[in-house]
């Protein structure tokens, strides 16, 4: 990179964002500095243009820079520890395919390739909100729930790929009328993706109208009906249990509630600000799960920092209602861990991935 006439020696890095509709390429300074950024749409069902798309992102990203650079994937899904395959993305065209490999050969180098919730957690723990905190834990409350866990500036990755994937525990500590719980995709019942994401709690906001729900398509295509006249549910499909919804944020999700307009996540917390009982009652009761699954999290990983990610995030009433119930479930006399909201928004992936080197 040439700036002011000198070219710089600092190392540049380039991270890579792989949606299911787009991808995103940046460029930055050892500072975390943007340097320059490129969206694209994202082929669609073709795995070799795939590959092409990503290669003639980083070539160009590269002609910017005027340097080689690392080069840091953020990815739907993840890499089998199995196979070497990847696996769980709702880009199914990657699924069962050496994307790492195939990646590698194109760009004639090593690349690194995380998940959107690592991307997220890194980028937050490095430069965003819990910059200079040594235990951060990631949470995204999006379509899905997702989480990580970064430890001095570096994601924790065991040997299952599945570090801080949290949402596919079961709600803990759980009060009457939450047992077993709404079925999930993953095949069990009461997860507490089924109550903390952002179809979550629309589910539980039309559950207390006494209506059900039904889902009948992938990402947010969802459809709810009455007891007595909907179709069953039975067209339950989600996104891959490590694609968390960072990017589309889970708030506009838009579902059905008796007769009138579909509503959203967004609409539910909107209600319950302007005072409606049912909404209110509603994220109360959200409110208080997600103190509980916290303060699980809290006593096994110990965060000195949480931050969230995903639409849920962006409701301010969380962060206060949440630290005050969550010490009822620590196994502490205080509680000293900081429930931030994160800092780079949607541009969390991305920059992310740039620092996975
Ligand atoms: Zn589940």
Redesign the pocket.
């Known amino acids: 990179m040439i700036v002011n006439g000198k070219k710089q020696r600092a190392r540049l890095r380039i991270g890579v964002d792989l949606g299911g509709t787009k991808i995103e390429c940046v460029v930055l300074g050892s500072s975390g500095a943007e340097l320059w950024r490129k969206r694209i749409p994202a082929p669609q069902g073709d795995y070799p243009l795939t590959i092409r798309a990503v290669t003639n992102l980083v070539q160009e990203a590269e002609r910017v820079a005027d340097e080689k650079c690392s080069v840091g994937i953020g990815t739907p899904g993840a890499i089998s520890a199995a196979s070497g395959l990847m696996k769980n993305c709702n880009s199914v065209w990657l699924n069962g395919m050496p994307f790492k490999c195939d990646l590698e050969t194109a760009l004639d180098r090593e690349v690194r390739i995380a998940n959107d919730a690592n991307c997220f957690a890194l980028s937050e723990a490095v430069d965003g909100a819990a910059q200079g905190a040594r235990i951060v834990f990631g949470v995204i409350l999006g379509t899905g729930v997702g989480g990580a866990i970064v430890v001095d500036g570096q994601v924790l990755d065991g040997c299952n790929s599945i570090t801080g994937e949290w ?2 525990n079961p709600l803990p500590w759980p009060r009457d009328g939450e047992l077993p719980g709404p079925a ?5 019942s009461g ?4 109550f903390l994401s952002g179809p979550g709690i629309v589910d539980d906001y039309i559950r207390s109208h006494g209506l059900e729900s039904h889902r009948s398509q992938n990402h947010g295509s969802q459809e709810y009906r009455s007891r007595n006249h909907g179709p069953q549910n039975h067209g339950l499909k989600n996104p891959g ?1 490590q694609d968390h919804g960072l990017r589309d944020a889970g708030l506009e999700n838009r579902a059905q509630c008796g007769p009138g307009l579909p509503i959203g996540a967004r609409d539910v917390f909107a209600r319950a600000e302007a005072g409606e009982p049912d909404a209110l009652a509603c994220v109360e009761r959200y409110v208080d799960r997600l103190a509980r699954a916290l303060a699980h999290v809290i006593n096994i990983v110990d965060p000195h920092v949480i931050v969230l990610g995903g639409g849920v995030s962006n409701v301010a009433r969380i962060y206060q209602d949440v630290t005050r119930l969550w010490g009822c479930s620590v196994f502490s006399d205080s509680v000293a861990t900081r429930l931030l909201r994160n800092t780079h928004g949607d541009a969390s992936g991305v920059r992310g991935a740039a620092w996975l080197w």
């Open positions: 949402g596919h999930c995709y993953c095949g069990k997860c507490i993706e089924t249990p």
